[in-house]
T-cell receptor, first 112, second 113 residues
Framework: KNQVEQSPQSLIILEGKNCTLQ??????????LRWYKQDTGRGPVSLTI?????NTKSNGRYTATLDADTKQSSLHITASQLSDSASYIC???????????FGSGTRLLVRP | EAQVTQNPRYLITVTGKKLTVTCSQN?????MSWYRQDPGLGLRQIYY???????DKGDVPEGYKVSRKEKRNFPLILESPSPNQTSLYFC????????????FGPGTRLTVT
């Protein structure tokens, strides 16, 4: 069964610290992997999109990595800010680019 | 401003009373999709549309209907809502080609009593 699992479920860090969120998937065949940021009560916003041939992609302080062999991805947040408090969702696309499989997300809280 | 809009944003209704949640995008996108989000389960795809008059089921289509008569609109219809359809619903759109970005609406919180 195609699944996307994220860890940890929740994370609390101090402002200015770095953190790394994990995503493991069993989707096959694999097309692309996306990371979204979702603020409470709002729709998700895209951070990065990566194909199987890409290992790393950055968007400001957000850096996503992908290992298509082990089917793992990570999202690294550098120098966290209070505004980074949100849920981060890993999304994988398989043989159909129209059908996206979502992880349940990691809820990040950045404290001053 | 490029955006996806949904209406209503909040809705409380009773079991069996038909309702429609509207979704509209102004970006001339081919692809549109509906999702529901429940605590601990993440977003799950209900239906999607690749173009006008072309729709297909997602992972959880039971109890829902959609139509795509115009490119910009993709309404979600609940013919006979039940309490297990209480959820947060999101509409999204994108070009649908290549590594397309998917833009989400603000969400509709539906409660069925």
């Amino acid at each position: 069964k195609n699944q996307v699992e994220q860890s940890p479920q929740s994370l609390i860090i101090l402002e200015g610290k770095n953190c790394t969120l994990q995503c493991n998937y069993t989707v096959s065949p694999f097309s692309n992997l996306r990371w979204y940021k979702q603020d409470t009560g709002r729709g998700p916003v895209s951070l990065t999109i990566m194909t199987f041939s890409e290992n790393t992609k950055s968007n400001g302080r957000y850096t996503a990595t992908l290992d298509a062999d082990t089917k793992q991805s990570s999202l690294h947040i550098t120098a966290s800010q209070l505004s980074d408090s949100a849920s981060y969702i890993c999304v994988v696309s398989g043989d159909s680019s129209y059908k996206l499989i979502f992880g349940s997300g990691t809820r990040l809280l950045v404290r001053p | 401003e490029a955006q996806v809009t949904q209406n209503p944003r909040y809705l409380i209704t009773v079991t069996g009373k038909k309702l429609t949640v509207t979704c509209s995008q102004n970006m001339n996108h081919e692809y549109m999709s509906w999702y529901r989000q429940d605590p601990g389960l993440g977003l799950r795809q209900i239906y999607y549309s690749m173009n006008v008059e072309v729709t297909d089921k997602g992972d959880v289509p039971e109890g829902y209907k959609v139509s795509r008569k115009e490119k910009r609109n993709f309404p979600l219809i609940l013919e006979s809502p039940s309490p297990n359809q209480t959820s947060l619903y999101f509409c999204a759109s994108g070009t649908g080609t290549g590594l397309y970005e998917q833009y989400f609406g603000p969400g509709t919180r539906l409660t069925v009593t």
